[in-house]
């Protein structure tokens, strides 16, 4: 076989287009292109390798997945974690049987994580990574809401499954953020950010259930060389199992049909069917190739695709300025319903798509249940990106972060950002000042009666106005006085929260404000340098920061607001700073404490810090597991650093 320059070319630009994909879906919860698109460049891309003979190293059929992210312990799977070879030919399925029984399940869109049992509880829990490295999150797995706690097996059992948000979840949390434009695009991208977070209350709050779709081991049961008997098995743990039916040859198709019909209703998100062979010593005779085992393969589905006509792009405005493209065109019907309207999530998209109003566009859905994009058949590459606010009619900017271009608003005025803004500052997690509803905001932002935050510790000068609003009256005026007077009694991290400083949350900010020691003047004055010495505050965040009150209009709204409020230190964190000036670093698994963070906070509120890695400077390592050759461990040994139990920490630093 040989390779052509062209042919090479192309190949070159498939693998980088194909991992930079990945590379925003898995590692950053993003979306450049739909799974359609998606998956037609891999095809292309394995035909020509097949072709040609050429395969790059850092092919995407080559490697499996994408690089754990950093923020999470990593940890290296005992079994390598291989994906599945694919067809959407369902009658494909029926030679690949070839005689023998097989289980047909749901493929599960979400999150795949190892969990391992020991003495009938949960010991572990790990995402699947790259296959070969994932991210410990046994804290954040104890929150999924159908997880049993115990179990009656007592030995050790390793399961595999997906971590998962149901679409009627999904639409809940959605419905529950004002801005179109910060909603989550689709359950799989809000579940795997809920899974890998640092603080397990927020994982706890998104409804996360977990279904297993494997056995890897359980010592000593007996499971008659049958993947259903393990199944059941975990049935009778309590565990819930990914929802199959056993086929033969002559039942897969019609068994496809079943689960085909199901999808539309099924709450579930689902990207196909995963077809296993039943019999597991038959199944493991067969091998696996580099990357796919050979006793499963997946069924895509194959989307059901309209052609129809692009109409328009409504760009829609948001709080941080974000304007979002959405694709009006004319109606069709997708999987028993119509659609008129998809979004396209950003400006690179529209490019690489070559969109022009009245191109003929083909529309499918996702999962056959989000409407997207799939292609563009014309490909007229007219369509303008407006250089004006849909909003306010002032100048906008093109704005490119990692490779991709987004749209942003320069008027810091826009109404769009300001009934956004005010929605935040008065939301629950913020200033929490009930009566406020965002079609109220609005009202007494067009009558211009609040134009910056602390107008709304004024309102009362508007009685008369508000009074004789339509929805209004003494009784709701009076209630909104009294909301916003209780909002004056409040903690500096929802000040800081409700101020709506970009890539800062609830969490950052109250890292933020324990360690400047709840001295806001300190905060507004913050340098980089400081700001880079907080664990968890990484460049982006720090430079927000720095830029919100650089300015000198949000430096002087913030002096006003501080003005209006009270503010009380937490009394966990005015007490005797033994650890002042100590640094420490945490790892393993910890049980006087529910998690790490429950620690570092205990450290942090002492005045010690927490960091990830051990130095020179380290203070000591809390590591239960004293005598593991962990990195850390390792580490710490070389740099003389001393390695404690939590048992040993509490006893020399805090109970001392």
């Not at 029984?101 to 990574?129: C, N, P």
């Not at 595999?160 to 991208?189: C, M, Q, W």
């Not at 659609?339 to 490019?351: F, G, T, W």
């Amino acid at each position: 076989m040989s390779v052509t320059e062209s042919q090479k070319k192309r190949i070159q630009e498939l693998v980088t287009t194909l991992n930079c994909a990945s590379e925003k879906y898995y590692a950053q919860d993003d979306e450049i292109m739909s799974n359609y698109e998606y998956d037609r460049l891999y095809d292309e891309l394995t035909e020509l390798e097949q072709s040609t003979g050429y395969i790059l190293s850092n092919s995407p059929t080559v490697n499996v997945g994408y690089e754990a992210v950093d923020e999470l312990p990593k940890e290296r799977h005992d079994k390598p974690m291989l994906s599945l070879g694919k067809t959407k030919d369902r009658f494909e399925l029926s030679g690949w049987l070839d005689g023998h029984e097989g289980l047909l399940s749901w493929k599960l869109d979400g999150l795949t994580v190892v969990l391992t049992y020991f003495d009938g509880k949960l010991a572990k829990a790990v995402t699947r990574g790259n296959g070969e490295i994932g991210e410990v999150i046994t804290n954040n797995a104890r929150t999924f809401i159908n997880l049993p706690h115990s179990i009656s097996y007592k030995g050790e059992l390793v399961i595999r499954g997906e971590a998962v948000i149901s679409y009627s979840d999904f639409e809940v949390i959605n419905s529950g953020i004002t801005d179109d434009t910060l909603k989550y695009k689709n359950p799989r991208n809000l579940c795997s950010g809920a899974v890998r977070q640092l603080d397990p209350s927020i994982t706890a709050k998104r409804n996360v259930r977990f279904f297993a779709f494997s056995l890897v081991s359980a010592e000593g049961v007996d499971f008659h060389d049958r993947h259903e008997d393990e199944f059941v098995f975990l049935k009778d743990q309590g565990f819930d199992v990914v929802d199959y039916m056993k086929v033969t040859p002559e039942t897969i198709a019609d068994a496809v049909g079943d689960y085909e019909m199901r999808i539309a209703s099924y709450d579930i998100p689902s990207d196909g069917l995963v077809l296993l062979l039943n019999e597991i010593s038959y199944g493991l005779s067969l091998g696996m190739t580099a990357k796919f085992p050979r006793n499963a393969i997946a069924f895509k589905w194959t989307d059901e695709t309209r052609d129809t006509v692009l109409r328009m792009i409504e760009w829609s405005a948001s709080r941080t300025g974000l304007i979002n493209p959405v694709a009006v065109f004319d109606p069709v019907e997708l999987e028993g319903t119509t659609v008129s309207r998809a979004s396209v999530h950003n400006v690179s998209i529209v490019r690489n798509l070559k969109l022009g109003i009245g191109d003929t566009i083909r529309v499918y859905k996702a999962n056959m249940i989000i409407p997207q994009i799939a292609e563009n058949l014309t490909c007229s590459d007219n369509l303008i990106i407006p250089d004006i606010c849909p909003v306010c009619g002032d100048r906008t900017e093109l704005k490119e972060s990692e490779g991709t271009a987004y749209l942003y608003c320069t008027n810091p005025e826009c109404p769009a950002k300001k009934l956004g803004a005010f929605t935040q500052f008065v939301s629950r997690d913020a200033m929490n000042i009930d009566g406020l509803s965002e079609s109220t905001l609005e009202k007494f932002i067009g009558a211009g009666m609040i134009h910056t935050f602390d107008d709304l510790y004024h309102i009362d000068r508007f009685r008369d106005r508000i009074v004789n609003m339509e929805g209004f009256g003494v009784k709701s005026y009076d209630n909104l006085i009294k909301s916003v007077e209780i909002s004056r009694k409040t903690e500096l991290h929802r000040l800081l929260y409700a101020i709506g400083i970009e890539n800062v949350g609830v969490a950052t900010a109250k890292i933020i404000c324990r360690y400047f020691g709840y001295d806001q003047s300190a905060i507004v004055h913050s340098t980089a340098e400081e700001l880079s010495q907080i664990d968890g505050i990484g460049d982006v965040i720090a430079t927000s920061v720095l830029d919100h009150f650089g300015d000198p209009r949000h430096l002087d709204e913030w002096n006003r607001l501080i003005g209006e409020v009270e503010y009380d230190i937490p009394t966990s964190d005015i007490q005797e700073q033994k650890l002042k000036d100590l640094s420490f670093v945490v790892t393993g698994s910890l049980f006087h404490y529910s998690n790490r963070n429950e620690l570092k906070e205990v450290i942090e509120s002492l005045g010690g810090k927490v960091t990830g890695s051990v130095t020179g400077k380290t203070e000591c390592l809390i590591n239960n597991d004293a005598s593991s050759n962990s990195n850390k461990n390792v580490t710490a040994r070389k740099l003389g650093v001393k390695v404690l139990t939590e048992d040993e920490f509490i006893a020399q630093y805090i109970d001392k």
